[in-house]
């Protein structure tokens, strides 16, 4: 995106997920990694697993119980940690004061919660996992330094799911982070960015792959490095289907339509810095590198027709039925005003004479209010039409290349779940996809099934 030319144009940017830096063991392996890439440059890393959770309930406001219980929890993963480090006098000192403001802003929102307050509170995973880490890689002799990405990365003020603005991220990476790579590896962490006000914000869960990509596009890298718990992007998540198989090269079109359609492997953004640069990306498991991994990059020669299942749960299917609608004009215009309004996006949609039906699009905030349903927004969607809501139903999505233009889609698809019940279908807006909304208890099923079927495995 950027014309300017970088001075350190081997350089690679590395990601560690949640698992990846969850102990001190796991952290070991990607010091690991890191010390044997000289090129590594720039480390993103998120929190240790479990402390976002943790961190997304105390700002909930919990009662005294729970909240003394989440608070021991998350001590208890950072000072396992520094109980296998050496001289800690200094790193405790500021993990215990992290933990105390924890305390204090859980406490703040036991009696009032809101967005910006809950963004500021899961923040401190990521800075307590990049203290951590800096600490055990300069135990192993390593030159890291601590740097606060909030400093570069500024963004708009949808807390729990804010925007970054990316030529001023371009321009303070340069002036700021850029410097420093000459003889540092800078740790830094994902996920956090600062509004204009100066207050924390979050890119939405599993933001920190979004981070890392933004990075190699600001410093203009040769590579971005995702490390997580499984060594590369398969055909669907090896956890629902065990006989799921690697991807050794994927397009940066098929990779993004994936994760839109929620294969957790990669947060749905991280894509778009990777595509207006052109920087590839590797995924790859921080547990064992030598296991090789998927290569995301610009284009790739005979796609095959199935590329991947996506699936994506707790999904809410809205039905409006109106009488008005029949023959009329405006009718659809004005329920997507009203959403609109309700700061509501709409994923799927499909229509007959007096019927709409969509599903919402829920994915990714850390808000704490998971439902996007409100009441207000019901009562004023039932002075236009009768509303149905079905919740519980799940998402799959095939994804594919040339989807449209294929013959015999149907029968492949559609015979493999002769005994599912199927509540919506989307085909044909996209050759990349189709998708299917289906009860989410049958949600795995579904999916072993069809990659049984598509893939022949
Ligand atoms: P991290 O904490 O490293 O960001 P995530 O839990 O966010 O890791 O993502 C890794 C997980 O994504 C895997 O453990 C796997 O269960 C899941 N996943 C979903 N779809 C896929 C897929 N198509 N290929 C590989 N992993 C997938
Ligand atoms: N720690 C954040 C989360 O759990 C961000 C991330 O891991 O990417 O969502
Ligand atoms: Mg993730």
């Not at 790193?91 to 802003?105: A, S």
């Not at 997580?228 to 629902?240: E, S, W």
């Not at 990777?274 to 991994?293: E, L, M």
């Not at 994506?312 to 008005?324: A, V």
Request: proline share 3%; charged share 20%; glycine share 6%.
């Amino acid at each position: 995106m950027y014309a300017v030319s970088s001075p350190y144009p081997q350089y690679v940017v590395a990601k560690f997920g949640g698992t990846s830096v969850a102990d001190f063991d796991a952290m070991n392996h990607c010091a690991d990694i890191i010390l044997a890439n000289s090129d590594v440059r720039v480390v993103v890393l998120s929190a240790s697993a479990g402390v976002t959770n943790l961190l997304v309930a105390l700002a909930t406001g919990c009662d005294s119980n729970k909240r003394e219980k989440c608070l021991k929890q998350i001590r208890d993963i950072q000072y396992a940690i520094i109980d296998r480090l050496n001289d800690v006098d200094v790193i405790c000192e500021e993990i215990d004061r992290l933990l105390e403001n924890i305390e204090m802003l859980s406490e703040a929102a036991s009696l009032a919660t809101s967005e910006a307050l809950t963004d500021e509170l899961v923040s401190h995973g990521e800075v307590m996992s990049t203290l951590l880490f800096v600490e055990l890689l300069r135990q192993r002799n390593a030159n890291a330094e601590w740097f606060d990405i909030r400093r570069i990365m500024r963004t708009n003020d949808h807390f729990g799911r804010a925007e970054p603005d990316t030529l001023q991220l371009h321009i303070s990476a340069v002036e700021q982070l850029q410097p420093r790579l000459n003889n540092t590896v800078v740790i830094t962490q994902g996920f956090i960015g600062r509004e204009e006000k100066g207050r924390t914000t979050t890119l939405g869960r599993g933001g920190s792959d979004y981070t890392a990509a933004l990075l190699g596009e600001a410093l203009n890298l040769q590579r971005v490095d995702i490390w997580t718990d499984v060594p590369g992007i398969y055909t669907t998540d090896p956890r629902v289907a065990p006989t799921a198989k690697r991807i050794d090269k994927i397009a940066f079109d098929e990779a993004a339509e994936m994760a839109t359609f929620g294969a957790k492997i990669l947060h749905p953004a991280t894509l778009l810095p990777a595509v207006r640069c052109g920087i590839p990306v590797f995924v790859g498991s921080s547990k064992d590198p030598q296991a090789g991994g998927t290569l995301v990059c610009d284009k790739i020669e005979n796609p095959p027709l199935f590329r991947a299942l996506a699936l994506r749960r707790k999904q809410t299917l809205l039905t409006l039925h109106s009488l008005k609608m029949l023959h009329a004009r405006g009718f659809l215009a004005e329920v997507f005003t009203l959403l609109l309004r309700h700061n509501i996006s709409v994923d799927l949609i499909t229509t007959s004479e007096v019927s709409v039906a969509l599903t919402l699009d829920t994915t990714g905030s850390t808000s704490t209010n998971g439902s996007l349903l409100t009441n207000a927004l019901l009562t004023e969607l039932s002075t236009l039409c009768r509303v149905e809501v079905e919740e519980d139903l799940a998402l799959v999505a095939i994804i594919g290349n040339e989807l449209s233009q294929a013959k015999g889609l149907g029968k492949a698809i559609f015979g493999a779940l002769e005994s599912f019940n199927i509540r919506m279908i989307s085909y044909g807006a996209s050759s990349h996809n189709v998708c299917l909304l289906v009860p989410g208890k049958d949600a795995e099923s579904i999916i072993q099934k069809l990659h049984q079927n598509l893939f022949k495995v």
